[in-house]
């Protein structure tokens, strides 16, 4: 796993549901600036997963130049939205749970009473 603890202020944005894995880092480049409405280079980190959800590919600008990082699952899948949402938002924690497998997503939703038994 890659620790990207090194930069704590660094953001990383995901984009919910599938996106077509044929694409190469122009292609995702372009889903950043004009479907994301963000910043490709920002430095920020991107993310995307295939339909299948074993397939995740993470793009971001590294000062002279585009890096892709790809990881295929042999099992299992990723956690991964499938909200309308065009974007969200993560912390370096959740990152590093995404990439265990921990499905944050459906988090316990918070109850509120009026009255008790």
Do not use: Q
């Amino acid at each position: 796993m890659i620790n990207w603890n090194y930069n704590s202020s660094i953001k990383i944005f995901l984009k919910p549901g599938p996106t077509d894995m044929r694409k190469s880092i122009n292609g995702l480049v372009a889903i950043i600036s004009n479907f994301m409405n963000l910043d490709p280079f920002s430095g920020y980190l991107f993310l995307f997963v295939n339909c299948k959800r074993d397939l995740m590919k993470l793009v971001y600008w590294d000062k002279n130049g585009f890096a892709l990082w790809y990881k295929r699952l042999e099992k299992d899948k990723f956690p991964w939205p499938t909200t309308e949402e065009t974007t969200m938002e993560l912390s370096i924690e959740e990152l590093n749970w995404l990439l265990s497998g921990v499905d944050f997503f459906h988090k316990h939703k918070e109850v509120k009473y009026t009255v008790s038994a």
